[in-house]
């Protein structure tokens, strides 16, 4: 039994650190050079040093190549980068030379759950309350546009991959990032991906064969997309992507920015440089945060910001809070003054009072499904779905008028 463990670790597995991918409670593997020992982030405790170490340069470049390797790309001398996704779906940051990190080589394991989080799941973690989901629910069925926005780790791509629940069952989406990190429940779903260039680069600074997130974009405008989701908005994509936002297609997408002034800032200098008006065209952000309550950390939703004016000064902007998230007591509160659903009842000629209803009955059967235990991502769409077909017979056997 010991021959089998050392033979399937060390040439199927992922040498000594795959007993730190088998744990579900290990978000990250750090290693930050030779003779240096390889951190963890632990969901519940955090950074975590551990006894494992690679204490020469040969040894720790061929682990780094076996990773590259496993992710199907190629890394060298020439091309001492990687950035790529493990075939269990954890994404991979490697450096392959003393050139580029001075301790030698280097990387970076983010590993994502196998299940993505359900909306009750979200609310069992205490990252969100009823009332926002049931917010976001209807503002997704109704079509608008969102960007969830935060710092590293907070949590962006696992709410996102959360609101995706609410879109409408027969709704074909498209989404595109640059490493696959999305896992919907959606059979009408065309999951894209970029990939990377060979060769030297070309005066345009372009490989062979490059395939951007930019060109992606471009593409999936002609794939009659009903939903358009970009995995993260960091240059010229951004571009295309709020063009489109403001020619009616509803989107969705994430960017690092610590609030929302931080964000319009991003999007209208370098590199992405748009205008006042087309910032506009969003309508609402969603704004997460990583920190730390009774000394354990945890993501929240801190709040949830309606766009209503884009001013031409730079940063700054007319908008609107209707959740705030309160540190100190851990509660969410919530105005009922959203512009948003005005927009919608005037847009969709739905009357205020309906979408008012709408939101209580769709907060009370998140809160019934909580109650009940039910935080299974497949349960929790069916239910979801059922609710675009026979709101009625849902409401009805949760015990909701």
């Not at 907060?363 to 935080?375: E, F, P, R, V």
């Amino acid at each position: 039994m010991k021959f089998m463990y050392y033979l399937y670790r060390d040439f199927v597995g992922l040498n000594e650190i795959e007993p730190l991918m088998r744990d579900y409670y290990v978000e990250d593997v750090e290693c930050n050079g030779v003779g240096t020992p390889i951190y963890i982030v632990h969901r519940k405790y955090r950074n975590i040093r551990t006894n494992i170490s690679f204490n020469s340069v040969n040894e720790l470049s061929s682990f780094v190549e076996k990773l590259a390797q496993k992710c199907g790309k190629y890394i060298s001398y020439a091309t001492p980068l990687l950035d790529g996704s493990l075939p269990d779906g954890s994404r991979i940051n490697a450096t392959y030379t003393q050139d580029i990190t001075s301790r030698g080589p280097s990387f970076t394991v983010r590993k994502f759950s196998k299940e993505p989080y359900s909306p009750t799941k979200m609310i069992e973690l205490r990252t969100v309350s009823p009332e926002i989901l049931a917010y976001l629910w209807i503002l997704i069925e109704y079509e608008s546009n969102i960007l969830v926005i935060g710092g590293t780790g907070s949590g962006k791509t696992s709410f996102l991959n959360c609101l995706a629940f609410f879109i409408p069952p027969q709704s074909r989406i498209v989404s595109i990032e640059d490493t696959r990190e999305l896992a919907l429940i959606h059979e009408n779903w065309l999951p894209s991906v970029s990939r990377e260039g060979i060769g030297a680069s070309s005066v345009f600074k372009e490989k062979q064969g490059e395939v951007t997130l930019f060109e992606l974009l471009k593409e999936s405008f002609r794939q009659r997309p009903d939903y358009v989701i970009v995995g993260e908005i960091r240059g010229k994509e951004a571009f295309v992507l709020f063009q489109g936002l403001s020619s009616g297609h509803p989107s969705f997408g994430t960017m690092h920015a610590e609030n929302v002034e931080t964000m319009i800032r991003r999007l209208e200098t370098e590199p992405i440089n748009l205008s006042a008006s087309l910032v506009e065209s969003l309508d609402a952000v969603i704004i997460m945060t990583q920190a730390k309550q009774f000394e354990k950390p945890v993501r929240k939703v801190k709040n949830v910001v309606e766009i209503l004016k884009v001013s031409q000064s730079i940063g700054s902007a007319e908008t609107n809070t209707p959740f705030v998230w309160d540190p100190r007591t851990d509660r969410f509160f919530y105005r009922t003054n959203s512009r948003i659903f005005d927009k919608i009842a005037v847009n969709n000629g739905v009357p205020r009072t309906k979408l008012e209803l709408e939101f209580r009955r769709r907060s009370m059967l998140l809160m019934k499904l909580y109650t009940a235990g039910i935080t299974n991502y497949r349960e929790v769409q069916d239910v979801v779905n059922a609710y675009y077909k026979t709101p009625d017979n849902v409401l009805k056997k949760f015990g909701i008028r």
